[in-house]
């Protein structure tokens, strides 16, 4: 074995050093290829290189996108006979969500909405237009067919002072930043019988109104001394999520609460309706509009008199808005 091992060398390095010869000859003669060059081209040429893919990755369970809008108007006004004010107004608009699927077992849902606004009138005073902060969440777990084990979550306040103007008075201070706040912890059912359509009953939920400002206390419902109040009752949110067509979408989510500790059958309401038209890439006009109904919440009328009134808000705006990840509104 040995011996055929020194031949086989032997030969190799004979092959070699010919080649090389070889090779050093052509160079001179014209750049020909060795005869050891073609041998070790011929022998490589056989051998199959194996491929090395790394595996594709397995598509994530987590989807998000945001949404962003931004409307402003300016006015400017000189030796204007009717009269008026120089102002400038902007309405700020961001809907983020996150959202974890498995298959159709599964789902974890979670949206925050911020918006802010503002109309600064040169001649007369800064005032706060719109205000929001508002976080939702929900966890559910298939059941049977269409219906899901849920827990569903919310919170939401305002971040600045906001001020009711009375004629030939000086501004009344009716909310700050936890004056008030919502907590809100439901557990129950979910029904999904289409796509865009959700409707949830928590038989069991749980609110926490927070108000912060003693002076604030009794317009939410508060005792003066009561920074905090629980309330425990049943509550149903619809919530409906539909893009009509690549132009036009509407949002709406309605969500009705009966407080078993206070009286049952005045129902707490509070509907948010959405409405987008896409101009183009990056313009739209929208329409925002909310409406509560709390028989805890005084309002004064134009007399100063204090009672539970609708409250309702409309906001339409013509601006900027872009989106960012896979984001439905």
């Not at 090395?52 to 996108?65: L, N």
């Not at 078993?260 to 006009?285: C, E, M, Q, R």
Request: proline share 5%.
């Amino acid at each position: 074995m040995i011996k055929k091992f020194c031949v086989f060398a032997f030969l190799l390095l004979t092959i070699s050093g010919y080649s090389q010869e070889k090779a050093a000859g052509d160079l001179k003669e014209g750049m020909k290829m060795g005869v050891g060059h073609e041998m070790s081209l011929i022998i490589a040429s056989k051998v199959e290189i194996p491929q090395f893919a790394p595996p594709e990755p397995e598509p994530s369970k987590w989807t998000g996108g945001t949404l962003l809008q931004l409307g402003f108007s300016q006015l400017a006004l000189s030796n204007w006979a009717s009269g008026g004010y120089d102002n400038i107004a902007l309405n700020a608009h961001i809907n983020m969500y996150r959202n974890y699927e498995v298959l159709d077992d599964m789902y974890w849902e979670n949206r925050l909405q911020v918006a802010y606004g503002f109309i600064q009138s040169f001649g007369d005073r800064y005032k706060k237009s719109d205000d929001k902060f508002i976080f939702d969440s929900k966890l559910g777990y298939k059941a049977i067919n269409n219906f899901y084990a849920a827990a569903t979550f919310n919170f939401r306040t305002q971040m600045t002072n906001g001020f009711s103007y009375p004629a030939n008075k000086e501004p009344v201070l009716v909310s700050s930043p936890f004056a008030p706040a919502y907590f809100s912890l439901g557990i129950g059912m979910d029904y999904k019988p289409v796509k865009p359509l959700s409707i949830n009953f928590s038989p069991l939920t749980g609110n926490l109104v927070i108000v912060e400002k003693q002076e604030l206390r009794t317009k939410y419902g508060n005792k003066i001394d009561q920074a905090a109040k629980i309330e425990l009752g049943a509550q149903l949110k619809v919530d409906y999520k539909h893009k009509i067509n690549p132009k036009l979408t509407i949002n709406s989510t309605l969500n009705l609460f009966s407080d078993y500790l206070g009286i049952p059958t005045n129902i707490k309401v509070y509907w948010d309706l959405f409405i987008d038209s896409k101009i183009n890439k990056y313009f739209s006009a929208s329409l925002r509009t909310n409406l509560i109904y709390d028989d805890e919440i005084l309002i004064a009328d134009t007399d100063g008199n204090l009672a539970p009134r609708i409250q309702f808000k409309e906001i339409l705006s013509i601006g900027f808005s872009y989106t960012i990840g896979d984001f439905k509104k």
